[in-house]
């Protein structure tokens, strides 16, 4: 196959998987809806240089993804594919960026086993399917040291042109930068300094390049940061960079967790590719620029660990940079044991089938309790929301366990296969049923759990949009209203304090959601002002007139 076909094949590919049914579920509080609402805001409002929520600063995150979801939405509307469309673009992105650096740094088979191996593992292929932040931040950060570490190779052989690839890393980290935050900038150094540790100081270069790197990622920060501080002054740098070093102090918004949180995150959440990335080789074929780059890729797994294990904030997201490095180790993996050059421990072998049988019976388990929701409600006894959201009429079918039974039955062939030796085989199937799984769950079940978890909420807000009232939900936090309400700037500032809306001289209608739990108390204080419409699925909704 020449190289063009291979790479339209890859798009091809990628298409296939990322856009399919993108928007066919409602975006999940609280990240999908606050980045979409946050882009819609721009829209609405034309300023495009400060991120907003509510109509007021929102200075938890640079703009440019936000950038990217307002142009998506200029394109095709608010709505859920518009807010998911440049996760998937930057889907079909990634599988192309790995399938060159695979066939450069190696060769086709290898970059082939790459994009297989990122395809096929679940939190990577479900993340390019949302509408969160992450997928361009981890792209840009992985470009940035794709190219640090070409920089450093060329500058080892003392190659020509070696300025281009510094210059690249820069710009990426930058754009990282502006993406999500320092973050990226952080991660990118430490793991840099992790690889002089494993290379014993080899990589370390002249004091220019240093800087040539330094002042061009700045000049990349600048284009926003910079016009901002000019325009506004320091305050929303300010409070941005104290909200990032609270991140790190405290268990932001409830998103606490054990010290190894991450580590069974990734662990679960990537397989197959996660039992892979332990090579066991009978001989060694690497070249200086794949060693080099086989130490960047295992700095950079173990810097974004241990960085989100101390930090307080636990949310799965933040380790998912992870994906990259490890996809990139269980390619090499592979790559080396269906040409017998490498082998998997019986620890490995068992790891993938027991690992697969939990996620069998995820999926098989979640159409059988679908079927027969009651079985939940003695566990929930003492959940009185939890018991409102299962009473949602959802339709299941006993069919929708077959895709579960099929990939129980892939995982138990493939690992009867490595134990035959007949390798390629078996992770070839394992792989292809990791991908038509995760349609079927993205597809078929996810829907079904969004209806239990806040369609009545959601149903509620869309049912006001275009009519002139307050909306507020209490007693928890949700960007859903606004989002979904399509709630229009230009409403008085005491619409914004919830004690205001609540016993205030409101002048136009006043709609409130809470949680069952917080019914009692609403009405024990607010009773005389309040009109509960309904109840559904554990939510309440009241109606207060001025």
Known sequence: MNRFASYLLVAALGALLFFHSLGKVPLFDWDEINFAESAREMMVTGNYMRVQINYEPFWEKPPLFFWMQAASMHMFGVNEFAARFPNAVCGVITLLVLFGMGRRLHNEQFAWWWVLLYAGTFLPHLYFKSGIIDPWFNLFIFLGLYYLGSFLAASEERLPGRMTPLLLSALFTGLGILTKGPVALLIVLLTYLVLLLFRRGAGLVAVKYYLVWGLTAAAVTSLWFGLEILQHGWWFV????????????????GHGGFLLYHFVVVLIGCFPASLL????????????????????MVASL??????????????????????????????????????????????????????????????????????????????LQKDPFALGNIQAQVEWNYWLVLPGVLFLAAVILSFVWLRQRKKKKALLLLLVACTGVMQVLLTAFTPRIERYSQHAALEFFQSLQGQDVYIRTIGYKSYAPYFYARVQPGQRKEAKDENWLLTGPVDKPTYFVSKITAKEWLLRDHGPRLRVLYEKNGFVFYERIP
Do not use: C, M
Request: aromatic letters at 14%.
């Open 238 to 253: 300010n409070e941005f960079i104290t909200y990032q070093v609270r991140l790190a102090q405290t268990k932001d918004a």
């Open 277 to 296: 990335i332990f090579r066991f080789n009978n001989q060694e074929h690497e070249t200086n620029r794949q060693l080099l780059f086989r130490n960047l």
């Open 302 to 379: 173990l810097v974004v660990l241990a960085v989100f294990t101390l930090v307080k904030t636990k949310i799965v997201h933040y380790s998912s940079f992870t994906y990259l490095p490890i996809g990139y180790l269980a390619a090499a993996t592979v790559y080396g044991l269906v040409n017998q050059t490498a082998r998997l421990h019986a620890w490995q072998k068992t790891g993938l089938l027991v690992l697969g049988l939990i996620w069998s019976i995820l999926f098989i388990g979640l159409p059988l309790v679908g079927n027969h929701i009651g079985w939940l409600q003695p566990l």
